[in-house]
């Protein structure tokens, strides 16, 4: 795993992402961290990020997570991201890669339900446990031989819940979409932050309702 395709991407010295240049260790100690980033770039999508070996294995999931276990949302295989990208929030000035307001949607700990979890992504079937502040319980990434856009060389997978005492209908991005860090929505970063809030406002839906309780215990702040 290497965060070599993560740095070439980016210009340190003007977005404010963590360059990561810690190396990565070699092997899972303590909790793993989980995270779901929602992000307003040239189109809405949210970054599932899974801690492991030193880095966040990175999926980008354009419809976000469902609760529901008939849904398959697909979720395209991005680079690698370092472990400190699970705490980041802000606005990705224009003209740099990613360009737009990012949000810690979600975040907690994650467990594989496999003991390899290496050979469960090269088997293509990567089962897990989430315990985070919105989404819990048993999930599967599936990597599928079709769908792949045309234009992008980026593995597909499917995000799928499994069914359990977490899983339900509706739309959870929809009922719950603000910050677990800030309780903030994408707008309201752009304008605290200095981004575009009418490019930001798009990915917010009609905002109500209380702040989501605080994040679990076991996941680390930086």
Same mark, same amino acid.
């Given at each position: 795993m290497s965060?070599?395709?993560?740095?070439?991407? $980016?210009?340190? #010295?003007?977005?404010?992402?963590?360059?990561?240049r810690r190396a990565p260790r070699a092997g899972?100690?303590?909790?793993?961290?989980?995270a779901v980033? *929602? =992000?307003?770039?040239?189109? %809405? =999508?949210? #970054?599932?990020? &899974?801690? +492991?070996?030193?880095? %966040?294995?990175? +999926? @980008?999931?354009p419809k976000g997570p469902?609760?529901?276990?008939?849904?398959? $949302?697909l979720a395209m295989r991005v680079e690698d991201h370092p472990i400190d990208y699970a705490?980041?929030?802000?606005?990705?000035?224009?003209?740099?890669?990613?360009?737009?307001t990012v949000i810690v949607w979600d975040r907690g700990t994650w467990i594989p339900e496999d003991e390899d979890v290496d050979a469960a992504l090269r088997?293509?079937?990567?089962?897990?446990? &989430?315990?985070?502040?919105?989404?819990?319980?048993? +999930?599967? &990434?599936v990597r599928t031989r079709s769908g792949y856009p045309a234009s992008s060389r980026r593995e597909a997978w499917l995000l799928? *819940? =499994? $069914? #359990?005492? =977490?899983? @339900?209908?509706?739309?959870?991005?929809?009922?719950?979409? $603000?910050?677990v860090i800030s309780d903030g929505t994408l707008a309201e970063i752009a304008q605290a932050e200095g981004g575009t809030v009418k490019k930001a406002a798009p990915g917010d839906p009609s905002v109500r309702g209380r702040r989501p309780p605080p994040a679990v215990s076991g996941a680390r702040s930086r």
């Amino acid at each position: 795993m290497s965060l070599r395709e993560y740095r070439g991407k $980016r210009r340190f #010295d003007v977005t404010p992402e963590p360059a990561g240049r810690r190396a990565p260790r070699a092997g899972p100690a303590g909790p793993l961290r989980y995270a779901v980033q *929602k =992000h307003q770039a040239r189109q %809405l =999508h949210y #970054d599932l990020r &899974l801690e +492991w070996n030193g880095v %966040l294995l990175s +999926w @980008a999931v354009p419809k976000g997570p469902s609760l529901d276990p008939s849904v398959k $949302r697909l979720a395209m295989r991005v680079e690698d991201h370092p472990i400190d990208y699970a705490d980041f929030e802000g606005v990705i000035p224009e003209g740099e890669y990613g360009a737009g307001t990012v949000i810690v949607w979600d975040r907690g700990t994650w467990i594989p339900e496999d003991e390899d979890v290496d050979a469960a992504l090269r088997r293509g079937e990567l089962k897990f446990t &989430l315990n985070g502040t919105k989404l819990k319980g048993s +999930w599967v &990434l599936v990597r599928t031989r079709s769908g792949y856009p045309a234009s992008s060389r980026r593995e597909a997978w499917l995000l799928i *819940k =499994h $069914r #359990d005492a =977490h899983a @339900a209908d509706g739309e959870i991005t929809a009922s719950m979409p $603000r910050s677990v860090i800030s309780d903030g929505t994408l707008a309201e970063i752009a304008q605290a932050e200095g981004g575009t809030v009418k490019k930001a406002a798009p990915g917010d839906p009609s905002v109500r309702g209380r702040r989501p309780p605080p994040a679990v215990s076991g996941a680390r702040s930086r």
